[in-house]
């Protein structure tokens, strides 16, 4: 079977891991075409992948204006790039796997999966976590009812404080204008797992959470706007320099320096603070969203859940309890810990053991098992073998934004109503036509 033919849309830190997975599996997948405003993150891929200069695009638009180069177009621009080139290049006949967020709203991610629908397209959603080794066994154990019925789970995302420095108080999610709540930007993810664990669909969420830290009147006495002028900036955790010196120091020119600059070095990476946004004092940034925040959730049944993430936090995979009637489960993307109430033993499961051999690659494997699922399923061009299409994001997207609804206006929201139920045509529906063709700007 001939390999599936791919367009990258957005050559950053995700559309270069995707690109170098492809590069790694000749047999699977080709890239064939690359649209990135940024020649210095362009021009390097399409290097790598021997794309003639017709195949190079400047932009989604230009890609677009084309008749149809590749079976798939990966979406990984920046959150709030995802509807317009999603719905072109559906339109255009591409299959779709774009990056979470889906999109920034719910009409909007409502009209992806709309337009997906309506030109018969398959649409995957980078929901990574799903498809870790991980997260399978943790899944396999709940289903073969090991701990009985699941009563309650209680799930942690430890950002970390300096990711959180990095891509939230002075990186592309800083603010929600621009990109979207932390919540969706960070933590669809999460909410998306959880309901996947739990293998129910939430029925009411309530939710907490403040920029508590990064704010003007947490500065320390006499700290500058920019850490390289700063006179105390050795006190601060938070120094950029410090943060991303300690990458340097360890020989690492990857993420994240290459969000800094696309060849990273001592020279550049200095030139990057001094001039870019990563340099900038984290107390006296222009960003918005919360550093902190709880979600509590009611699933049908009676199940429930809570959701914690943090800034404050050494940076390290998610922990997760699952407590059922029979026994628990304790989690920490590396093991899984059973104890049997009945036996009152523990076992505890290697997670390494179980991987199915797929790829072992970011996010604790998911981000290749999601390339090697989605490919062979456009290939075959079979809906079922996509495990997080657009229909089933749409409800993990809709709970994400009743979460942040719940958090702005303190209170507890219902999600088995007519408001919360709808399906993407009647979502996108209240959106305006505009909104499918070029006539909407990003």
């Given at each position: 079977?001939?390999?599936?033919?791919?367009?990258?849309?957005?050559?950053?830190?995700?559309?270069?891991?995707?690109?170098?997975?492809?590069?790694?599996?000749?047999?699977?997948?080709?890239?064939?075409?690359?649209?990135?405003?940024?020649?210095?993150?362009?021009?390097?891929?399409?290097?790598?992948?021997?794309?003639?200069?017709?195949?190079?695009?400047?932009?989604?638009?230009?890609?677009?204006?084309?008749?149809?180069?590749?079976?798939?177009?990966?979406?990984?621009?920046?959150?709030?790039?995802?509807?317009?080139?999603?719905?072109?290049?559906?339109?255009?006949?591409?299959?779709?796997?774009?990056?979470?967020?889906?999109?920034?709203?719910?009409?909007?991610?409502?009209?992806?999966?709309?337009?997906?629908?309506?030109?018969?397209?398959?649409?995957?959603?980078?929901?990574?976590?799903?498809?870790?080794?991980?997260?399978?066994?943790?899944?396999?154990?709940?289903?073969?009812?090991?701990?009985?019925?699941?009563?309650?789970?209680?799930?942690?995302?430890?950002?970390?404080?300096?990711?959180?420095?990095?891509?939230?108080?002075?990186?592309?999610?800083?603010?929600?204008?621009?990109?979207?709540?932390?919540?969706?930007?960070?933590?669809?993810?999460?909410?998306?797992?959880?309901?996947?664990?739990?293998?129910?669909?939430?029925?009411?969420?309530s939710s907490f959470g403040s920029l508590r830290h990064f704010r003007p009147e947490q500065a320390p006495e006499g700290a500058a706007d920019r850490c390289l002028d700063c006179p105390v900036e050795h006190s601060c955790p938070y120094s950029a320099p410090r943060i991303y010196g300690r990458f340097l120091d360890r020989g690492v020119t990857g993420w994240p320096l290459t969000v800094l600059t696309p060849v990273p070095s001592q020279r550049t990476v200095t030139e990057a603070l001094r001039e870019g946004p990563y340099g900038r004092c984290v107390y006296r940034s222009d960003n918005d969203v919360v550093d902190?925040?709880?979600?509590?959730?009611?699933?049908?049944?009676?199940?429930?859940?809570?959701?914690?993430?943090?800034?404050?936090?050494?940076?390290?995979?998610?922990?997760?309890?699952?407590?059922?009637?029979?026994?628990?489960?304790?989690?920490?993307?590396?093991?899984?810990?059973?104890?049997?109430?009945?036996?009152?033993?523990?076992?505890?499961?290697?997670?390494?053991?179980?991987?199915?051999?797929?790829?072992?690659?970011?996010?604790?494997?998911?981000?290749?098992?999601?390339?090697?699922?989605?490919?062979?399923?456009?290939?075959?061009?079979?809906?079922?073998?996509?495990?997080?299409?657009?229909?089933?994001?749409?409800?993990?997207?809709?709970?994400?934004?009743?979460?942040?609804?719940?958090?702005?206006?303190?209170?507890?929201?219902?999600?088995?109503?007519?408001?919360?139920?709808?399906?993407?045509?009647?979502?996108?529906?209240?959106?305006?036509?505009?909104?499918?063709?070029?006539?909407?700007?990003?």
């Amino acid at each position: 079977m001939a390999p599936v033919r791919v367009l990258i849309v957005g050559a950053g830190a995700r559309g270069g891991r995707y690109a170098d997975w492809i590069r790694r599996h000749p047999d699977v997948a080709e890239v064939v075409a690359v649209a990135e405003p940024r020649a210095q993150y362009r021009e390097p891929l399409a290097d790598t992948h021997h794309l003639p200069p017709e195949r190079r695009f400047s932009g989604w638009e230009e890609a677009a204006a084309h008749p149809r180069l590749a079976d798939v177009a990966l979406i990984c621009t920046l959150d709030d790039l995802h509807l317009r080139p999603a719905i072109a290049f559906a339109d255009l006949g591409y299959h779709l796997l774009v990056e979470k967020p889906l999109a920034q709203t719910p009409e909007e991610c409502a009209a992806i999966v709309a337009a997906a629908r309506r030109n018969n397209v398959l649409l995957g959603v980078c929901h990574v976590l799903r498809y870790a080794p991980y997260t399978r066994l943790l899944r396999t154990l709940v289903d073969s009812g090991r701990i009985g019925e699941v009563v309650s789970v209680d799930h942690i995302e430890p950002v970390g404080f300096w990711h959180y420095a990095h891509s939230y108080v002075r990186g592309n999610w800083r603010r929600t204008e621009d990109s979207a709540p932390m919540l969706l930007a960070k933590s669809c993810h999460d909410l998306d797992w959880l309901r996947h664990i739990v293998g129910r669909e939430a029925v009411a969420v309530s939710s907490f959470g403040s920029l508590r830290h990064f704010r003007p009147e947490q500065a320390p006495e006499g700290a500058a706007d920019r850490c390289l002028d700063c006179p105390v900036e050795h006190s601060c955790p938070y120094s950029a320099p410090r943060i991303y010196g300690r990458f340097l120091d360890r020989g690492v020119t990857g993420w994240p320096l290459t969000v800094l600059t696309p060849v990273p070095s001592q020279r550049t990476v200095t030139e990057a603070l001094r001039e870019g946004p990563y340099g900038r004092c984290v107390y006296r940034s222009d960003n918005d969203v919360v550093d902190h925040q709880v979600v509590s959730l009611e699933f049908a049944g009676g199940a429930t859940a809570t959701f914690t993430v943090s800034a404050f936090n050494r940076a390290r995979p998610r922990e997760t309890f699952v407590h059922g009637t029979h026994g628990e489960l304790y989690c920490d993307g590396t093991r899984i810990t059973h104890h049997d109430f009945l036996t009152d033993s523990t076992e505890t499961l290697d997670v390494a053991e179980h991987n199915d051999g797929l790829i072992g690659s970011g996010h604790g494997g998911g981000d290749g098992n999601l390339l090697a699922s989605f490919f062979p399923a456009v290939a075959a061009r079979d809906p079922a073998k996509v495990i997080t299409d657009g229909e089933d994001t749409l409800r993990s997207h809709l709970l994400v934004f009743a979460a942040e609804q719940a958090r702005r206006e303190g209170r507890v929201i219902r999600l088995d109503t007519p408001a919360w139920t709808a399906d993407a045509e009647e979502w996108a529906g209240t959106w305006p036509e505009a909104l499918y063709g070029p006539a909407r700007s990003g």
